[in-house]
């Protein structure tokens, strides 16, 4: 957590901040991450790389860059020559995800990548390799890990103040149109709503209790006729269960208006974020006894945070708090949940893991 | 639904109203029932049953009856005698609905019975079997089917205003203290959480889709060591499959805080009632597009609802809307979650019923 | 307050509680108080007392007595044969309010009377006299002297948990329809909005903070033209100066739709009640720091308390928390704030008191 | 308003956006309008001006200029020199203001001045001739008259949506330390919590409304004793009447725990904004019958919006939303507010103005 005290103090100078090549142009990049890092306190915007030279352009023009800083995927390899380009983040279809890695690796940039992290669990592994071979960073964007009101919360569900905790349950859904893009073609997206938001869910709830899951069941719906879900699915509903004995139930839907929530329900109290995983406006209520309180935590620009703790991480020469490692993880949670959908919905195992927060990095510094 | 207009018109006179006779003294009678029919607006109370002979008086005083209207269960036969009382209200452990329903019955005398129906399938058939024969009415006292917001909440999503649904969540959990009361005995509950709030979840769901599940599976869960779950389960978690392509999923527990909530997620929209299941205090609202409203609906004594609803109908001569049929289907279902938790949570088929409100009688009237 | 615990209690058996005589059967009495009545634990309904007798008589069936218990207004003083009539509750046209409580004193009956106590200061003091020289008990029906949320609201304001109180706001506004009714009659109601809603405000500043004003000054507002306001006011503007220094700045209309609320300000915090003087569905927030509490209090039938209250006060020989002194305060207040808008708005000065509670008696018994 | 789908497209190219010098480093700088510069779609940081070298270099560092573009207070007219400066943004305390934009509109720099405008009329109404006479732009920084929020409750209240509005309300109060800062001195604020804070009060209601007062009336409080308030006044409660009817009741203070919200009471529904005047997570609900709609609009960054706005005028070569002209005649409007409570609480008349949004230049583009 960034400090807010940090908020009075100026941003590092801009020559000493982290300089970041971003990869892929889409919405998120332009209406997100361009302005996160125009407001970035270790991070800078250093370069950035498009299919469409145009676009490339005008997006380095809009944001302080020149043309020069502007490249296409085929110069990518060219980063390596800017020694003011610390890291790339990738922000392309899943399944680009492991060659962009890959190749950051070799020309020895530090990598964010979004999540999903990869299409399968061996990409995944292959690129945590790859990153460690080449003795580069690598982070999974789980910007949901770096912001107020989810620490709030897992505070909350820590510390006891909601006793012991029970159930859970989250939902993440929305309508995705049919307009061809690759989020609903199996190849480019390695599923439909499972690991774009249902990944939400599996990552918010683990975030949350600090635990990992040891069995999962699952089953998928889509509406039949639907064409947009010829390659992908619809829905997912799904169980986990941890080792301290809670149980979640989570949802995840292409189909449906949007709402992301989560909540946790314990023998003390009980708490939600709804909104859960929007960009701005989450909402974080917590209940002991009949009293209802609404924690307004400042908000804080969510992708700033993200950016910023592996800007620190990568100056102080430390691991991210998600790392590939963290992503990895889901991906082989999310194959276990296709797996008990294809058999029928039966519990499938999952590794046993005691401890808390195996796969996390240090935690980021709280204000 | 009783008519907001009806409030300024007065009651029925009293002496035209349905008498009843309450079987039972515990908590839910002297603090919801006995204070409900004293506001009935075409019921009211007549005679007093109890173990308790002393309790039973003070009852009877208390709310304007004598100590003749107190009667002990050996005597309850003698309830046949008065022409006053048209209907009994069985307030027992669960255990005992099926005995008393028959005993009413013989007596010819109308009876209304407290959730879950019974403790078995079998018993419920039975009751359902044992009021036809004797030509008396049997209804399930199921509140949630008679109160403004949850009329409200049906509305929206019978409508269209959702547009189709796609996925609901139900939650109802509480903790059961430790204090040797019959609900934690499997014998004179037929249970735990399940069959006690558990049971809303899956009456309100079906209630607010008019459809029936066709597929279910559930897990138990009880914490390790806790005294409290010797003989029956503290949380069950489960899904229902609709024909509609609905799924549901829903938690009960015995150990977590209170919680008690709807919510349902269609292609146009949400909606949450949250509290949903308490008896006052209900609050509704609705998403479509970015504006949440909550539907102030003006609240009533929810046991008022009910029970004058089954005094209207039996002074009409038809059938109410929530018959013994419908207690007996939940039981249904309720027995084939468990028989899924048994199996390993693999999904176990329930009848398939197309039709809409199957078990329902005809529709309150509306305000 | 009456205690939460005494619900799960019995009421006093209907024998021994306070019997009341009601005079006049407008919607209030038909919603509100005559359902009160029948759940009341230490209050029953005895007598009814209407111009309609057929209306009379319809209302003394429907709530358990007999058509004996019907009485015209000629009839009143028959009233004083009844030893099972304690007190008479006047719900009458407010200039008729010194008639019968003066007639009620004379038979020796206590009076409860709605509020406002009057239609002048002068008629109040004649009231609390009367009643003194009779040797009966005057309360005035200030239901939100009764009610958990503003006890709750009280109890948050004179803590010091908002720290020291600076400034209040208190708005009173409905929509009164234009249907020959008497509120709308100088003669019937001595004024507009401000007597009739505009009360609550000065009432319930004066409760929260048990402090007296020392000065007000007030402005009225009336539609040109708007048939309505041709004898009483449409909307009152005043503000009141209090000895801790708070600064209380008020509302009401009988031209805008409904909205009812309290708000305090205070060092270390704020407090809300929205609604705030409705029969049901109070909402209390507070907020100290960022966070935002909803207090929710178990609701209760408000003039069940209101009227339990009494009759206990009775049962004891003690005078009622709300007695005529307090009613004739406000009235005082009244006069002042109509004084300052006829002297364009400069303020008045009213007596000054520095002791807490001064026109109240015993704190009711709090859960 | 900025419409929502330019948030896809790109800012302009750096170079084409309307340049800023802004005077002044203080908290307001650096935590909101130095980050608001750096997601500017239409303005850019071009020159930073402080009393601090060392903190003004920083500054410039921190968001992509160089030490040259630092200046002093004394090197401010350097800045006419720079073409790539269009503009000065005036974060000073209050009593510099007129100062400062004399001396930018003689170096033929536009002038984006921090509200109040003044410490007086007759400042401001020096300023807004010095700026005519330069032929350059004066805006007054009414951050609330260019965010969506405001907006959506300015169409609420104009469209008739809440019928004829009747009454208003809004409260604007904070605690003000004892830190020997500025705005406790009489002569560089020009006054207390009324012309900070309070101004939002005066200043939003005529926005909502599009009207202007025509006689107001206020009272001063300061608690005795209390050493912040020896120059300046602690707490202001005033009085506004406009053409239409609408009589507004308004708070301010610098003694009383953060609260910003403004009501709207109308005949047919009711607004509110609470927080009102917060710089993000405004809330705006909307009362039209039972339902309470909060209209969740979609939050974004207020200074950006009134700096893009301000620059989009300058290279269209038109006066802006806001121009001194507004800042000035609420200047007028606190001179009478004053003047009230000077003489006791007088209602003071103001000049009459019947068109709407008199002061106003052509409303901001909206989505």
Redesign the interface.
């Known amino acids: 957590m960034t400090e807010s005290r940090e ?2 103090a ?6 000493e901040q982290t300089g970041y090549a971003v990869i892929g142009l889409g ?1 998120l990049t ?2 997100e991450l361009l ?1 996160a890092f ?2 970035g306190r270790a991070s800078r915007l250093a370069a950035v790389v498009s299919g469409d030279p145009a676009e490339a352009r ?2 380095a ?4 860059l020149t043309e020069a800083d502007a490249y296409s995927y085929d110069d990518f390899e060219k980063l390596g020559e800017r020694d003011d380009v610390h890291a790339v983040y990738i922000v392309l279809p899943n399944s680009l995800h492991r060659e962009y890695t890959e190749r950051a690796a070799k020309i020895g940039k530090h990598v964010l990548c979004e999540k999903p992290l990869a299409t399968s669990v061996e990409d995944a592994e292959a690129m945590v390799r790859a990153c460690k071979d080449a003795g580069v960073f690598l982070m999974t964007a789980y910007r949901c890990q770096y912001t107020p009101h989810h620490w709030a919360a897992r505070d909350a569900v820590q510390s006891g103040r ?3 905790i ?2 859970m ?1 989250s ?1 993440n ?1 929305q ?1 995705e149109p049919n307009e061809g893009q690759w989020r609903l073609r199996r190849e480019l997206a390695g599923g439909g709503s499972l690991p774009d938001v249902g990944l939400y869910c599996v990552n918010t709830v683990r975030f949350l209790l600090g635990e990992e899951p040891y069995e999962v ?1 699952g ?1 998928l ?1 889509s ?2 006729g639907d064409e947009r879900f010829r390659e992908v699915e619809e ?1 997912v ?1 799904w ?1 986990m ?1 941890f080792p301290s ?1 809670v ?1 979640a ?1 989570c ?1 995840c ?1 292409y ?3 949007t ?1 992301r ?1 989560i ?1 946790v ?6 708490l939600a974020i709804d909104p859960a995983f929007d960009y ?2 989450l909402r974080l209520t917590v ?2 006894g ?10 804080e620009d969510q992708f700033r945070l993200e950016t910023d703790h592996f800007s620190r991480r990568i100056q102080e020469g430390c691991a991210p708090y998600t790392p590939g490692e963290e992503g990895l993880q889901d991906q082989k949670i999310m194959a276990a949940i296709y797996q008990s959908a294809h058999e ?4 499938v195992a999952l590794e046993r893991f005691e401890g808390r927060d195996v796969f996390r990095g240090a935690a980021p510094e709280r204000s």
Chains 1, 2, 3, 4 share one sequence.
Request: aromatic share 4%.
């Open positions: 908020q009075t100026l941003p590092q100078p801009k020559p919405k332009l209406e302005p125009a407001v005008a997006a023009l809009a944001y302080g909601l006793g012991q029970k159930l349950h939902v859904v309508v069941s089953t719906y509406t039949p829905s509903t169980q269960r004995g149980v139930q949802a839907s189909g449906a208006a709402a929530s909540d329900f314990g023998t003390e109290g009980r701005q406006n209940q002991t009949q009293d209802v309180t609404e924690v307004r935590v400042p908000p029928g919905g039966r519990p």
